[in-house]
């Protein structure tokens, strides 16, 4: 009966879900226009403001040469340029193809020739590591309406667009490069209803409400990143805090002051926290609105998990998935966790 049910769910997910992962945005852009989707900094845009930018970005994609079925790599940290253009591929349908700029020149060039990517484009007002690579390529700097200074590459005029399927559910959202268990960078091929999918589910067994904020550190050009923060929280009208690098100050700061309620993290990230609270000399991290804290992309220590449970009065969820499942494969569901607050 266990098995009936999930099948029965996971076909109502599937029947729900949009065609293109920019459409998550657009009923709360008619919805709640004024509710803050992205928030970098000091600078908050709202879905009608995100809306506005896409579109317009749309127009933007088309006058430098790019046409649905191209790849589209982007070279940046966590940032609203980079969300913008995320959903702007998907929109015109071509494929994004994210790279954390702190990849090596060599791991860069490797994923722009296998790609075969029409343009590559440089968040570099955010990234001292994506402006060098816009000038080893040789990049134009341009300022672009809603997206702000970037490195635009050249052509490539030898790119030849994939077939545009006719089910747009069926197309390729992005080209996720991981090295795996080798040392060469290999291409994911993910589907617009794959990730949504994978979103989907993960928000349900999360409870993610249009109510959260969610910290988004992990990098967009990994499928945590990309999928289980940026798209999850987007599906629901929830907002999305972007951080381009990981601070352990800046998050704490950003937990008491911002009402961060959704805080996702590797055990790396974690341990952090607790040897800056050591030398900080606080007595115990702030916990402020947090309510949900989750863990994925390395193997958990059971003391780290009990340290900060102790430590939040919240379950730490450790999550497992990898990229070709964009990412979701299985969570631990929340449990009580005696908090001495």
Known sequence: MKLIATQREASKILAELPDRISDVIKPFADQTPDHPALVQGDVTWTYVALAAVVADTAVTLQLYDIRPGDRIMIVSENSLALAALILTISEIGAWSVVVNPRLSDREIDLIREHSGAR????????????????????????????????????????????????????????????????????????????????????GSLWGVIPEDKAYCVLPMSHIIGYSAILITSLMVGATVHLAPRYDPASLLSAIADDGITLMFGVPVMYQRLLEYKAVAGFDRLPRGRLRRLVVAGAPLDVRLKSRIEAEFGLPLLNAYGITECAPGI????????PSAR
């Open 119 to 202: 343009r590559v484009f440089y968040t570099i007002a955010v990234s001292d590591a994506a402006r060098w690579h816009a000038e080893r390529h040789d990049a134009q700097i341009a300022v672009l309406r809603g997206l702000g200074t970037l490195g635009i590459g050249p052509l490539n005029r030898e790119a030849v667009p994939e077939p545009v399927e006719a089910d747009p559910t069926s197309g390729v959202a992005a080209l996720i490069y991981t090295s795996g268990t080798t040392g060469s960078p290999k291409g994911v091929m993910l589907t617009h209803r794959s990730v949504l999918f994978s979103a989907k589910a993960a």
């Open 330 to 337: 299985a969570s631990g569901r929340e449990a009580m966790i």
